[in-house]
């Protein structure tokens, strides 16, 4: 979640906050799960959910900033009460969130009804694992979040493609190594867009539909660690360019200046350390970037396949 004030007031109220754009838990009573850009889901548990949130919200229509609610719509049993003025900002944003849930949640605590968890149809206990299904946080057992893991990695399985998926990653690798190269040519510290590369090439094998497990890891980690290399080669390059336009473009031709140089710097021990820091920290960023896409998603692959 990156909205500070809505964080603060979500915190507050002993709300979890997760890694993604949205906070969760009970507040007022009521199952809710609150995004970043103002939507509040309100797990009713109740076919009328829609009418008695409606109700609920004319009834406070008082208490309430005229503006704040922009629609109401429904999930299933789930209600989303979309928040946010003309003017959107964080902190209008969490003044508006709070001043619907203050308002309306407090007299629907004893009118909404435990959800049980989906996968199985049993009421949900406190050991059961929160995880965001449309636009709501469920909360689903163990055995059933296991179940649906590998249900899900089964269709992914079966839907994927490993060729796209290497076109995507190879896309996303080039543009991040462009964006990288381009970075530290600007004499900018570059490290840190090795971040982005990961991010990019996780995203650009997912899109296409890239196999899942072990062909995504090493895909993954390839086309990163390649980026890192790529870019670096690709600035010194365009630096070692820009010298002979400079100093030695009516000299020799930029091949043979290439040819030269070239040996010459590898010869040149200073010119040896910058290159590995340069890229000894864009592999340190990329690995930080793409470890929790890799880690996550063998750690739930894995522990189901032990499982069986
Ligand atoms: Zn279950």
Same mark, same amino acid.
């Given at each position: 979640?990156?909205?500070?004030?809505?964080? @603060?007031?979500?915190?507050?109220?002993?709300? *979890?906050?997760?890694?993604?754009?949205?906070?969760?838990?009970? &507040?007022?009573?009521?199952?809710?799960t609150v995004f970043d850009d103002g939507r509040i889901c309100i797990q009713t548990g109740?076919?009328? !959910?829609?009418?008695?949130? @409606?109700?609920? #919200?004319?009834?406070?229509?008082?208490?309430?900033?005229?503006? =704040?609610?922009?629609?109401?719509?429904?999930? !299933?049993?789930?209600?989303?009460?979309?928040?946010?003025? *003309? &003017?959107?900002?964080?902190?209008?944003?969490?003044?508006?969130?709070?001043?619907?849930?203050?308002?309306?949640?407090?007299?629907? +605590?004893?009118?909404?009804?435990? /959800?049980?968890?989906?996968?199985?149809?049993?009421?949900?206990?406190?050991?059961?694992?929160?995880?965001?299904?449309? *636009?709501?946080?469920?909360?689903?057992?163990?055995?059933?979040?296991?179940? @649906?893991?590998?249900?899900?990695?089964?269709?992914?399985?079966?839907?994927?493609?490993?060729?796209?998926?290497?076109?995507?990653? /190879?896309?996303?690798?080039?543009?991040? =190594?462009?964006?990288?190269?381009?970075?530290?040519? #600007?004499?900018?510290?570059?490290?840190?867009? =090795?971040?982005?590369? +990961?991010? #990019?090439?996780? @995203?650009?094998?997912?899109? &296409?539909?890239?196999?899942?497990?072990?062909?995504?890891? /090493?895909?993954?980690? +390839?086309?990163?660690?390649?980026?890192?290399?790529?870019?670096?080669?690709?600035?010194? =390059?365009?630096? &070692?360019?820009?010298?002979? /336009?400079?100093?030695?473009?009516?000299?020799?031709?930029?091949?043979?200046?290439?040819?030269? +140089?070239?040996?010459?710097?590898?010869?040149? *021990?200073?010119?040896?350390?910058?290159?590995?820091?340069?890229? !000894?920290?864009?592999?340190?960023?990329?690995?930080?970037?793409?470890?929790?896409?890799?880690?996550?998603?063998?750690?739930?692959?894995?522990?189901?396949?032990?499982?069986?």
């Amino acid at each position: 979640m990156t909205n500070r004030f809505l964080k @603060q007031y979500l915190r507050g109220h002993d709300l *979890s906050i997760s890694f993604g754009t949205f906070g969760f838990g009970t &507040l007022y009573g009521c199952p809710v799960t609150v995004f970043d850009d103002g939507r509040i889901c309100i797990q009713t548990g109740i076919d009328n !959910g829609l009418f008695v949130v @409606q109700s609920a #919200l004319a009834l406070h229509s008082g208490e309430i900033d005229g503006q =704040a609610v922009k629609e109401v719509t429904a999930d !299933g049993t789930a209600v989303v009460i979309h928040v946010g003025g *003309s &003017l959107r900002g964080e902190k209008k944003v969490a003044n508006y969130v709070a001043q619907v849930c203050d308002a309306i949640l407090p007299g629907l +605590a004893d009118q909404v009804q435990p /959800v049980p968890c989906p996968v199985c149809g049993l009421p949900a206990d406190d050991d059961c694992i929160a995880r965001l299904s449309g *636009s709501c946080v469920v909360y689903l057992h163990e055995g059933c979040l296991e179940k @649906q893991t590998l249900e899900n990695y089964e269709a992914a399985m079966a839907d994927s493609n490993v060729f796209g998926g290497i076109v995507g990653a /190879v896309g996303g690798m080039l543009l991040g =190594a462009l964006v990288w190269g381009f970075v530290m040519n #600007l004499g900018i510290f570059a490290a840190p867009f =090795a971040l982005l590369t +990961a991010i #990019l090439t996780v @995203q650009g094998y997912d899109k &296409l539909k890239g196999r899942p497990g072990a062909l995504r890891t /090493v895909v993954v980690v +390839a086309c990163v660690v390649l980026s890192v290399f790529l870019g670096t080669a690709g600035c010194y =390059a365009w630096q &070692l360019h820009e010298i002979w /336009v400079e100093s030695y473009k009516d000299l020799i031709a930029e091949k043979v200046f290439f040819t030269g +140089a070239i040996p010459d710097l590898f010869r040149d *021990s200073e010119f040896k350390i910058m290159m590995v820091k340069d890229v !000894g920290l864009g592999l340190l960023f990329a690995a930080l970037g793409s470890a929790r896409f890799i880690v996550r998603a063998r750690r739930d692959i894995d522990k189901v396949k032990a499982d069986r």
